[in-house]
């Protein structure tokens, strides 16, 4: 839809009537104008049938010769808003008549009002329908008994244009976001489909990682001399450090690096439901609504410093640390295969609690949504 919204003074000189009363003339009866008829039309008084196009709000007598009076005899400015369709958008929505132009701008008229800063009871307008054939459209002309009331910013077209538009487009855009929805959930379908392949894999392997295991280690030993609650935030400083540099490997595992991918992709479409802007991809380690993985990890190397012996740590140690760089024993490995497992419940899980946060959305908020999305609009 397009709106133009251009005002005339008492000194102005409309291109099409020569003065603002016949500016009014020009637009009730120009060819094209559709004139709505007086049977079964108790509010429109005036005229005889047929005489001229305009229309206002209900019961407001519709006299050519004294609408033009009035309007060149107002001393403040009087707008002349255009709304504008496309043809086949005008068919399809129903907005190819007078009548429903007419019903749709008297529903409205205290918004427009409002976006005009005009006291609803001030507020003067009348208007016609233009049955063009390419672009079929409505002038309105707007004013205040009130001279000096009227301000209308660019904010204030904006919002006209939007109250407007939103309704003509109303079913057409709970159209679309009903197959944005659609296509969205099925995007996710797939996402987490693959995610619970990729859980059901890790699930069936064993991994192996030296510089983790490395890494465990020296966290199990810390854990083993550690006083307190044995959680993350409740470490020192250089063991968080440890936890926070098993868990930057362990992203990078290409089963757990593609699970947290596909994790992202989930979040993005749910956003996408409100807008078009995607979340920042935040490293996982870095990710707040991963800390249950750094803190699996304290959890694992708990459990396995409780089934080892110092005597034990302290021979794994010279392994790692000896000469000749020797591979530390298949049990170690132990730990990576049991934090992928946990480190990939934690994400799907997660990916699940995203999906129930998604809301039913009614048709007005579906409305708003998609007003700010679309391209349908266009300032002029």
């Known amino acids: 839809m397009i709106l133009k919204a251009p005002y005339y003074s008492p000194r102005s000189t409309p291109k099409n009537g020569g003065t603002r009363g016949g500016y009014a003339e020009y637009i009730s009866t ?9 049977g079964g039309m108790a509010d429109y008084v005036g005229e005889r049938r047929g005489s001229n196009g305009l229309f206002s709000d209900e019961g407001v007598p519709i006299v050519l010769s004294q609408v033009k009076a009035e309007i060149d005899n107002h001393p403040g400015n009087v707008w002349g808003l255009v709304f504008s369709l496309k043809r086949e958008d005008a068919e399809r929505l129903g907005y190819n008549s007078a009548r429903q132009w007419m019903n749709l701008l008297r529903s409205r008229r205290n918004d427009i009002a409002q976006a005009m800063r005009i006291a609803p009871g001030n507020l ?8 063009k054939e390419d672009h079929p459209h409505v002038h309105m002309l707007v004013w205040s008994t009130r001279p000096k009331e009227p301000y209308l910013s660019k904010d204030g077209i904006e919002t006209i244009k939007r109250t407007v ?37 890790i699930s069936r392997h064993s991994y192996r990682c030296p510089p983790m295991e490395l890494l465990f280690l020296e966290l199990t030993g810390r854990l083993k001399k550690a006083k307190g609650k044995k959680q993350y935030g409740y470490l020192d400083k250089n063991t968080k450090k440890i936890v926070d540099e098993i868990v930057k490997i362990l992203a990078v595992q290409p089963d757990l690096a593609e699970l947290y991918d596909l994790w992202y992709k989930c ?25 249950s993985i750094r803190n699996a990890v304290v959890n694992i190397a708990v459990h396995y410093g409780e089934k080892m012996s110092d005597d034990e740590l302290t021979e794994a140690k010279k392994t790692a640390t000896g000469k000749n760089n020797a591979t530390l024993p298949p049990k170690f490995g132990g730990y990576i295969t049991s934090l992928m497992r946990h480190a990939g419940s934690i994400i799907d899980t997660s990916s699940a609690m995203e999906d129930s946060k998604v809301p039913a959305v009614d048709s007005k908020l579906k409305r708003e949504i998609e007003q700010k999305k679309r391209g349908e609009m266009r300032m002029v």
Request: aromatic share 10%.
């Open 267 to 291: 979040k993005c479409e749910i956003s996408r439901t409100y807008t078009d802007a995607n979340p920042i991809k935040i490293p996982i380690e870095e990710n707040k609504e991963f800390k």
């Open 124 to 131: 003067r307008w009348y208007a016609a329908y233009h049955d």
């Open 30 to 38: 120009r060819e094209g104008v559709e004139v709505l008829p007086r």
């Open 165 to 201: 538009a939103g309704d003509i487009f109303r079913q057409n855009l709970i159209s679309i976001y009903d197959e944005q929805t659609r296509i969205r959930d099925d995007l996710r379908a797939r996402y987490r489909e693959r995610m619970r392949e990729i859980v059901e894999e």
